[in-house]
């Protein structure tokens, strides 16, 4: 059951927490509504629009709820959650060594492999 606070957690730009809250609480969010508006951050969140220029384009929260822009059909260029999307130069964590998809899928792994290490301890 998705809250306020996992929207928020999702949501990348974090402005205008308590007029989003509002928002949430006038849209009366039940659990699945819930679930897919997170569902709809993640997937904008790797649109061009929401990465370009380090996010600068990205809605305030209050705005993105009043307007229903989880409803906002993304264009087919937008990897679904789950895939390895296409290079975009500032799309990725690792810039400027992630210069392409081969290179970030190593990075990804080797990341992971560090993280299990450290976990084993």
Known sequence: MATFEDFWAHYPRKVGKVAARRVWDRLRVTPDTGDALIA?????????????ENGAFV???KTWLNQGRWMDELP???PQRG????YTPGW????PR????DWHAVLIDREARQQAQREGE
């Open 40 to 52: 709809a951050v993640e997937d904008q969140a790797r649109s061009a629009q929401w990465t370009k």
């Open 59 to 61: 809605p305030h929260p």
């Open 76 to 78: 087919a260029a937008v």
């Open 83 to 86: 895939q390895m999307p296409t």
């Open 92 to 95: 990725c964590e690792h810039e």
């Open 98 to 101: 992630c210069n392409s998809r």
